[in-house]
């Protein structure tokens, strides 16, 4: 079946501007997670959903960023006047249930702050 | 606070010698452990856990919880097992993960 997907694959955006990602997750899969990845670090935690909900929101950086999933499927981050410090690789994950179920990753979006 | 180190951010070995790739832990509590691996030009995926307590392509993985570490190792390295290898830490719940830096293995011919 179909992975996890996420669009766009790049984007480059002048400072100041307002971006959406959006991730679509493995269908079925409760649990959908966002990371940010920096040049040579490991994924950081950004949000987690259950469902419709953001059952942990603690790593979402400042009031900047925002993310929804109005369906309990597909996931839209946000960034609200983006700084060049939030250029990084966003990777999207979705498991069965968000318990000790695997986590599937998507190819990330490569964003661009100029 | 770092969670989770990884020390190493390059390892080179020779094909069939063995490889220990190097993961240490901050976490009060009993935190979940993997290992992820992400391949040249592919996705990030899972490659064991601690939990399953399962051998995945010939690597392992040990808790040590006196000296919080979960090294990954294997005996004999193949090309093939060059990649990016990501030590990750879970909280109970599994609602929040944490990962290390990273290790780049190389194995040589």
């Known amino acids: 079946g179909a992975g996890v997907s996420q669009t766009p694959s790049n984007k480059v955006t002048e400072k100041g501007k307002y971006v959406e990602l959006r991730c679509d997750p493995i269908?079925?899969?409760?649990?959908l997670y966002w990371y940010r990845q920096s040049l040579g670090q490991g994924p950081e935690f950004l949000i987690y959903f259950q469902g419709t909900g953001a059952a942990d929101d603690s790593g979402l950086p400042n009031d900047r960023f925002f993310a929804v999933r109005p369906e309990g499927s597909v996931s839209t981050l946000k960034i609200q006047r983006t700084e060049r410090g939030d250029s990084a690789v966003y990777l999207c994950?979705?498991?069965?249930?968000?318990?000790?179920?695997?986590?599937?990753f998507g190819p990330g979006t490569r964003l661009t702050v100029l | 606070a770092q969670r989770v180190t990884q020390p190493e951010k390059l390892l080179s070995v020779f094909k069939g010698a063995p490889v220990e790739l190097k993961c240490n832990y901050s976490?009060?509590?009993?935190?979940?452990l993997f290992w992820y691996v992400q391949y040249s030009r592919q996705r990030l995926q899972l490659l064991l856990r601690h939990i399953s307590r399962e051998s995945i392509k010939g690597f392992t993985a040990d808790l040590n919880k006196g000296e919080t570490s979960f090294h990954l190792k294997k005996p004999f390295a193949q090309e093939e097992d060059s990649a990016m290898y990501y030590c990750?830490?879970?909280?109970?719940?599994?609602?929040?993960?944490?990962f290390g830096s990273g290790t780049k293995l190389n194995v040589k011919p």
């Open positions: 990750a830490l879970s909280e109970a719940n599994f609602n929040k993960f944490y």
């Open positions: 269908s079925g899969h409760t649990a």
């Open positions: 976490y009060s509590g009993s935190p979940e």
């Open positions: 994950a979705s498991s069965l249930t968000g318990t000790i179920d695997t986590q599937y």
